[in-house]
């Protein structure tokens, strides 16, 4: 048999330790279907004395991840620290300057630097293997990277931020605050380090970044992103929405166009019979439509320890198959150098369905004045309702329109002159209509 495949980890969090208590737990296993036994034989995280509820004895103890990282001990560095610089950064790019492969889970740093680190992880020869870093357990690099080959790809979109769905969904099921479902998620270990990130949208940003770069061919362009978040919608939305038969979701959307890639983070009401509307609590779903394959979707766990320790060892089990010498297929699916530079779509020309929710004085011909603003910018409606919410305050009435399909730049110009006429008594709410099935 081989010889043992020596990991070194750094960074035992939720992850982290996950994956080291995983990998001894399913030791024999992993052994079996790798042909070599895989071994934690060094770790790196910040404190020694920490009870982390697993067995590190005989394992080397570094207190700095990136000479970990570069340490001729190890043959694979698993990087689980976080973060797109600092640390996790440099400990990536000295693993990848000493030869040695690389797994991680760390999208936030895939995103601003993956170009980068693949071009070094390809000019070395070496694995740079990320599965964790989009919508968890699922296993949608390795279907992207592997499984799609020759596919054209003209939409990729889905659920993936577990934390966000998580919060949507027992908003609308159990009527809880924002701020309990996000106390809940965060004591569960699928928010982020900086929650901000998953509430207001930037880790979807984030994977969709890698999604779109892998779908595409382009280079990741995670600044590219039109990005709206979570926090915004309310009880009111979310009652307003069901009762339409739709649906709130945070997706993450990238979509070909004619004039580039429209890359997009928003809330978004779904079709409550569509399939990515029953995608509940912290699971994630993407679904990517191709001219072979047609729709597929992949739906499971997008965050929490076991889930994510999932995917990580994964990784490590590829890399325990693969040989020295055998030639690595590149990071994004082509080689990071052929990767063509990202040309955006511009958001103005977005073309879909809208639910606009506003909040009026309940006065006589306010109802037909909106109704003549949304003319006057050629949007057709589906309906327009006054809604007998107690939502709205004394004095006030909310009316909501869901529109045809229309553009972004005519639904901003009408919500202006509604607006610009003096008969809103609180902020508009636009939420953007996604078709799908
Ligand atoms: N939690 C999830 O469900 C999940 C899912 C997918 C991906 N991820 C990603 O996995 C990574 C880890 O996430 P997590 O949830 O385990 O976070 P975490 O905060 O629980 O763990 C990170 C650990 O890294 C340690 N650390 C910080 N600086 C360090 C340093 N300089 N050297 C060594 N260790 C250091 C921290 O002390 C902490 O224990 C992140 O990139 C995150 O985005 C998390
Ligand atoms: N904070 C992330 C972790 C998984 O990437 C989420 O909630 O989806
Ligand atoms: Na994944």
Not at 312 to 328: T, Y
Not at 344 to 358: D, K, T, V
Request: hydrophobic share 40%; glycine share 10%; net charge negative.
């Amino acid at each position: 048999m081989a010889e043992t495949l020596r990991v070194g980890i750094a960074g035992l969090g939720t992850v982290g330790a996950s994956v080291v208590r995983v990998l001894k737990e399913k030791e024999a296993e992993l052994t079996r279907q790798c042909g070599r036994s895989i071994t934690v034989t060094a770790v790196a995280a910040r404190d020694k004395n920490r009870d982390r509820g697993i067995d590190l004895s005989g394992v080397e103890w570094f207190d700095d991840a990136r000479a970990l990282a570069a340490s001729g001990k190890i043959d694979v560095f698993v990087e689980l620290i976080g973060g797109a610089n600092g640390v996790a950064r440099e400990a990536v790019e000295a693993a990848l300057h000493a030869g040695h492969h690389v797994v991680t889970a760390n999208k936030a740093l895939l995103s601003q630097q993956g170009l980068a680190l693949a071009e070094i992880a390809e000019e070395k020869g070496v694995l740079l293997n990320y599965e964790a870093a989009v919508a968890g357990g699922i296993p949608i690099i390795k279907t992207m990277r592997e499984s799609l080959a020759g596919n054209t790809i003209n939409r990729v979109f889905g659920i993936l931020n577990g934390t966000a769905n998580y919060i949507l969904t027992r908003m609308e099921q159990e009527k809880l605050s924002f701020e309990d479902c996000l106390a809940d998620a965060q004591r569960l270990g699928y928010a982020e380090a900086d929650p901000t990130f998953d509430i207001e949208g930037n880790d979807t940003a984030h994977k969709l970044s890698i999604l779109t770069s892998l779908a595409f061919g382009t280079q990741i362009s995670p600044d590219d992103i039109y990005l709206e978040g979570i926090s915004n919608i309310t009880q009111a939305d979310i009652q307003a929405a069901s009762e339409l038969g739709y649906r709130i979701k945070l997706l993450g959307v990238a979509v070909r166009t004619e004039s580039g890639i429209e890359q997009r983070v928003h809330p978004t009401m779904v079709p409550t019979a569509s399939v990515i509307a029953q995608v509940h609590g912290v699971t994630n779903a993407v679904t990517v439509e191709t001219d072979i394959l047609g729709e597929l979707l992949l739906s499971g766990p997008g965050a929490g320890g076991n889930a994510t320790a999932s995917a990580v060892i994964g990784d490590i089990a590829d890399i325990a198959k693969s040989r020295p010498g055998f030639q690595h297929g590149p990071v994004f699916g082509r080689p990071a150098r052929e990767l063509t530079p990202y040309q955006r779509a511009r958001m103005r020309s977005h073309e879909g369905g809208y639910f606009i929710r506003l909040t009026v004085d309940d006065r006589l011909g306010v109802f037909a004045a909106i109704a003549t603003r949304m003319a006057d910018n050629r949007i057709s409606l589906e309906s327009i309702v006054q809604h007998a919410s107690n939502h709205a305050g004394e004095g006030q009435k909310t009316i909501i329109l869901v529109t045809h399909e229309t553009t972004e730049a005519a639904v901003r110009k009408a919500v202006e002159d509604i607006t610009a006429d003096g008969h809103l008594t609180d902020k508009p709410q636009v939420i953007r209509i996604e078709r799908a099935a």
